[in-house]
């Protein structure tokens, strides 16, 4: 449950609302409950086998960039020999590129940037080392379109990388997303862990920059280097031009009590509702070997792993999710969003699930006339000597968490809002004899006359933008601006979103 705000009704105007966390939630009814969702597994879309890949590349970045899907990740070979610690091979340590027309079918264009053992013939776009001023690690790539109306135009696209010396985050700059120049000159973040995949955005909600990083919480600087100690966790930095970041905070979680150890964190604006950040960490987990661990796949690898270092056949990875209205207080859930699944050759092992940054709509496999979907893309034959995959995941629009009840019913009520739309819509699903009913009420909880649940046509079908009516033909338009709550009663339903829509 939510607190209810003491500073009067939650100002909604037109914007989207997910059941991804409580804040629109005073009170449950009947058997209602929040229910996570799953991504469904599809198909492999990338698979890493050119020779400048390696045997480890990962740390994806996607987005939509107007008619083009971008991908960038990581280029990076990691070999164990028997009985020492992992090998990193620092002739592969790139960042690559691939794109693609609807989000389905990725090719890795031949660019011409960067020379691989004589030849340009490759995606690669940045190589490891000195670029001007800093130092940059390809091999740990973020990259991202700025979405600040004032970015100049040769810092359309930015990307942020560890560096290794001095020790932090430092940031490039493109005008086109091929073409890299060093941002600054030097880290702009060195309060941090970093080997992971950091990353930086602009959050267009509260109109600032927002870095998340890999970090230690209970960690400090000694010396000028950076001590960990405690669980992996994750930091957070703003600034208002990139350049000048505000002291760094660790993420608290609410209503999560209990430490996890968090690898990436894949935070950024849900661009279907931008004053929402989601996040997919990966949550880490060694699990001592016994009779299950062994069951696993791969296990011969697995065993030859845990001669370097145990913890490497030990390891196990997924990833959960997490919600932000602030970008520090998250709620995240305990149970794993992407799990490792069925059971098969490169999966449930170190590296396995982790997802790219971030999610993005593609065209349903059902037909032109079904909704798009959500895609997102998970990490498959991490490090296991030959290349990694990339497997497509898809969810529903907004279907992140429902507000569900089974067909002996329930619903909910909301803290008191206010609006600006005009027409109160909902992304649902129902069974064939379920249904979704809405009722407005004062803020007494007194149903609103012509506004009450009896009142409400009942909703069934499975849409992802459906508009709520009432018998006597009442709109909300009349309510715009008068604080009320709303009522959700469902059977055998789920809602996913709702919006005060133009």
């Excluded at 031949?110 to 776009?125: T, Y």
């Excluded at 990388?161 to 091929?178: C, H, K, T």
């Amino acid at each position: 449950m939510s607190a209810v705000s003491t500073a009067g009704p939650l100002a909604l105007g037109s914007r989207r609302e997910l059941f991804i966390d409580a804040a629109l939630i005073e009170r449950l009814e009947g058997r209602a409950s929040r229910r996570l969702h799953h991504p469904v597994p599809r198909e492999i879309v990338l698979r890493h086998d050119e020779p400048w890949e390696g045997t480890g590349s990962g740390y994806h970045s996607v987005f939509r960039d107007g008619d083009r899907y971008r991908m960038y990740y990581k280029a990076f070979n990691i070999q164990v020999v028997p009985g020492q610690v992992v090998a990193e091979r620092t002739a592969h340590r790139f960042t690559c590129y691939a794109e693609s027309v609807d989000g389905i079918h990725w090719v890795k264009p031949r660019l011409g940037l960067v020379d691989f053992r004589g030849s340009r013939a490759n995606n690669i776009v940045i190589a490891s080392g000195r670029h001007g001023a800093i130092d940059v690690d390809a091999a740990h790539p973020a990259v991202f379109r700025d979405a600040n109306p004032a970015a100049p135009a040769a810092a359309r696209y930015k990307a942020v990388f560890r560096s290794d010396g001095p020790v932090g985050i430092v940031a490039m700059q493109s005008p086109d997303g091929l073409q890299w120049s060093p941002l600054g000159d030097g880290p702009f973040i060195t309060a941090g862990a970093f080997d992971s995949q950091n990353l930086a955005f602009w959050d267009e909600a509260h109109g600032c920059y927002r870095a998340y990083w890999r970090s230690f919480p209970g960690g400090a600087v000694a010396q000028g280097v950076w001590q960990p100690e405690g669980p992996r966790g994750i930091s957070t930095a703003t600034s208002p031009d990139f350049r000048h970041w505000g002291p760094p905070q660790a993420l608290v979680y609410e209503g999560s009590p209990l430490p996890e150890e968090l690898y990436v964190n894949q935070i950024k604006p849900y661009h279907r509702a931008p004053h929402l950040l989601i996040g997919l960490p990966v949550r880490y987990v060694e699990r001592p070997w016994s009779d299950s661990l062994r069951a696993l796949p791969d296990r011969a690898h697995r065993e030859f792993r845990s001669s370097a270092q145990r913890r490497y056949g030990e390891a196990l990875t997924e990833t959960l999710l997490m919600c932000s209205r602030d970008g520090v207080t998250f709620t995240r859930w305990p149970e794993g969003f992407l799990r490792p699944g069925p059971e098969r050759s490169g999966t449930w092992n170190y590296g396995h699930q982790y997802a790219a940054w971030h999610l993005v709509e593609t065209a349903s496999d059902l037909g032109p006339d079904a909704p798009p979907e959500l895609s997102l893309y998970a990490l498959e034959h991490y490090w296991l000597g030959q290349g990694s995959v990339l497997r497509r995941y898809t969810l529903r629009l907004d279907g992140f968490v429902s507000l569900h009840a089974p067909m002996a019913g329930g619903g909910a009520v909301t803290p008191p809002i206010t609006f600006t739309g005009r027409e109160l819509r909902l992304n649902f699903a129902t069974g064939v004899a379920g249904e979704v009913r809405v009722e407005l009420q004062a803020t007494d909880g007194t149903p609103l006359p012509g506004y009450a649940l009896a009142a409400c046509e009942p909703i069934f079908g499975d849409a992802v933008d459906r508009t709520v009516t009432w018998k006597a033909g009442a709109g909300v338009a009349a309510l715009v601006g008068r604080p009320v709550r709303l009522r959700f009663h469902l059977s055998d339903a789920e809602v996913f979103a709702f919006r005060f829509a133009p």
